[in-house]
């Protein structure tokens, strides 16, 4: 597994890279970066280029200051230009958590540069803004932390005075068998969030999507194959946000496993990567 450099829409990004063949570019989500993929990676990689970067703010990518260069149209442009970047005119993109998020827009923002789209535990943002402005008082309760993450500071702080309690919590939290992350997992995270800047860069997400909320709405069809996969014990996002996903996408399957939550790719890998490679090789 290589670790290289490349700059794309103005952004120095960090990524590692694995294998031949079609580009497959891993979009990983909060609180991860590129190594949230580590068991998928050596899997794919047996049979695809496999790409997965650290999104900006994130590790050793660049980290922009303001919360404006965290809009979600700013994000889905990384994407395609990255797709340039590293010499493709086309990627299957795949993506987790905020990683999904992106890669909704991605797609729906630039169609031409995505063969296929997978979509690991988030609904589509027009069914995540409808949550919202619905008064899902369910899904509001779940969100909790994105109301927190509003507060100027107080996050950050909160965060990293004990990064390794931070995601040994998190992890063993969101996992349905409470599994705590091994010493060296904890490590790497924890190293990735010492960056200057990482915590803060992470967090911009939430505050600039909460700030331009209104540019969720999109519902354009995607016309390109979309897998959606779901681990049922989420505990951040309700099953019920992908019910109607279908509206969104006209070649689109949906597989649950009621084993997993919200990190289903740690939580049950194998399950994960079957249907990765499936969706892949269809």
């Known amino acids: 597994m290589k670790s290289k450099f490349i700059k794309a829409n103005g952004i120095q990004f960090h990524y590692v890279e694995e294998g031949e063949g079609d580009l497959v570019i891993l979009l990983h989500g909060f609180p991860e970066f590129w190594y949230g993929w580590r068991n998928q990676i050596p899997v794919l990689s047996k049979n695809y280029r496999v790409v997965a970067p650290d999104m900006r703010g994130y590790n050793l990518s660049d980290k922009p200051e303001k919360i404006s260069d965290y809009k979600i149209e700013i994000l889905a442009k990384d994407i395609a230009d990255l797709i340039v970047a590293l010499g493709e005119e086309k990627a299957i993109l795949i993506g987790h958590d905020w990683g999904a998020a992106v890669s909704w827009a991605t797609a729906t923002l630039y169609p031409k540069r995505i063969k296929k789209l997978g979509i690991i535990n988030v609904p589509h943002p027009a069914e995540m803004r409808r949550a919202f402005f619905t008064f899902n008082l369910k899904q509001w309760a779940r969100s909790y932390y994105i109301f927190f993450f509003q507060l100027p500071v107080i996050p950050e702080w909160f965060i990293g005075k004990d990064l390794t309690k931070f995601f040994t919590n998190i992890f063993t939290n969101m996992s349905p068998k409470g599994a705590a992350p091994t010493n060296e997992d904890l490590q790497k995270y924890v190293a990735a969030y ?62 649950y496993d009621p084993s997993s939550g919200h990190f289903v790719q740690h939580d049950n890998p194998e399950w994960v990567n079957a249907h990765l490679l499936n969706f892949l090789k269809e």
Not at 201 to 213: D, E, F, L, Q, S
Request: net charge positive; glycine share 6%.
């Open 194 to 255: 010492s960056q200057p800047g990482a915590i803060k860069g992470a967090v911009n997400y939430y505050r600039a999507a909460m700030r331009n909320i209104n540019n969720l709405k999109n519902t354009e069809q995607l016309t390109m194959p979309v897998m959606v996969l779901w681990g049922e014990q989420d505990k951040a996002l309700g099953k019920e946000l992908t019910y109607n996903t279908k509206q969104y996408c006209t070649n689109l399957q949906i597989h």
